[in-house]
């Protein structure tokens, strides 16, 4: 348990300190299901902390809340792991880069911690801007790591990759400027969203 824990910190610190060397290594073997139960079990994590830091702020847990948690966030992550492949298949395709499904799921997969940590963040939030803030900290960060996957995962063309990534952040932009970032800001979190509109 200790190698592994061990194997994981060293992993997050070659990505964060060197991410090119980190994506480039990534190959496809076959082995998909790793990547899939890889992104269940971070979102089975993320759940239970969200679950742990309601609970610590005096919410009420239920049976649904529970059964949320547990199921339906780590099914969501495994589904958001294939939408997010879709995507980057689709930029891969734009970019001139590889056209292998199993490397982009693989180079994705190699981020899902990312995803409780997302979550606790989310659930962290306590008012309009603290909403704002970490909404988007974490919007640029898991820009940063899609650009990284493009280039060095997919080895898409670094100047198409860039108008990609660029086209993308103003999509972004123009989500915050607007009356849309409600949307956006409930699927994160709901209660502290709502003190916007206040």
């Known amino acids: 348990m200790k190698k592994k824990l061990k194997s994981a910190l060293n992993r997050i610190r070659n990505l ?14 076959g082995n998909m299901e790793e990547s899939m139960l890889r992104a269940f079990l971070y979102g089975l994590l993320g759940g239970c902390l969200v679950l742990f830091i309601r609970l610590m702020g005096g919410a009420t847990i239920t049976l649904g809340s529970i059964f949320t948690a547990i199921i339906i966030v780590p099914v969501l992550a495994v589904a958001l792991l294939f939408v997010l492949g879709g995507l980057m298949m689709l930029v891969s395709e734009i970019t001139g880069g590889e056209r ?7 180079g994705l997969a190699s981020v899902f911690f ?3 940590v997302i979550l606790v963040l989310n659930a962290l939030a306590f008012n309009c801007v603290s909403m704002w803030v970490i909404s988007m900290l974490v919007d640029v960060y898991v820009l940063f790591l899609f650009y990284n996957i493009s280039l060095y995962c997919m080895r898409g063309k670094k100047s198409y990759v860039l108008l990609v990534i ?8 123009t989500v915050y400027a607007t009356d849309y970032r409600i949307g956006w800001f409930m699927l994160k979190n709901a209660a502290a969203t709502l003190t916007c509109l206040i």
């Not at 964060?16 to 073997?29: G, S």
């Not at 660029?166 to 932009?173: Q, R, S, T, V, W």
């Open 16 to 29: 964060v300190v060197n991410p090119r060397r980190y994506f480039t290594k990534i190959v496809a073997d």
């Open 100 to 106: 292998d499904w199993e490397i982009a799921i693989k």
């Open 114 to 116: 990312i995803y409780p």
């Open 166 to 173: 660029a086209i993308i952040a103003l999509f972004m932009l």
